[in-house]
Nanobody
Framework: QVLLVESGGRSVQAGDSLKLTCTSS????????MVWFRQAPGKGREFVAG????????RYADSVKGRFTVTRLTGKNQLYLQMTSLKPDDTAVYFC????????????????????WGQGTQVTVLA
């Protein structure tokens, strides 16, 4: 069974930093696109950041560029999201996701472009 498990979410103050971890099991995701999405209360799921393709090229949503850093540790099957200068608007459930077919990414950044999902971890940023 292929699993993605997120961890690290908690309540923090505005301006604080936080690191999320996504650990995969059941399949080797080396060389595959893995991403972070988030979903705030009453809103849709939105792309945050990810590493793309076999070069692990990092890409970010404009709203987090310069504040968040996404990295991969392939030997440990882990994806990280280092978040700094957190704002109340960053409050959301953060999800890890990956492409369903090894070596293939559709080119899209929507939730429908990723087939494997974790259960999410809650990040709350207090003003």
């Amino acid at each position: 069974q292929v699993l993605l498990v997120e961890s690290g979410g908690r309540s923090v103050q505005a301006g604080d930093s936080l690191k999320l971890t996504c650990t995969s099991s059941g399949r080797n995701f080396d060389g595959d696109t893995m991403v972070w999405f988030r979903q705030a209360p009453g809103k849709g799921r939105e792309f945050v950041a990810g590493t793309f393709g076999s070069t692990y090229t990092p890409r970010y949503a404009d709203s987090v560029k310069g504040r968040f850093t996404v990295t991969r540790l392939t030997g440990k099957n882990q994806l990280y999201l280092q978040m700094t200068s957190l704002k109340p608007d960053d409050t959301a459930v953060y999800f890890c996701a990956a492409v369903g077919r090894p070596g293939y990414w559709s080119g899209g950044y929507g939730p429908g472009d990723f087939d494997v999902w974790g259960q999410g971890t809650q990040v709350t940023v207090l003003a």
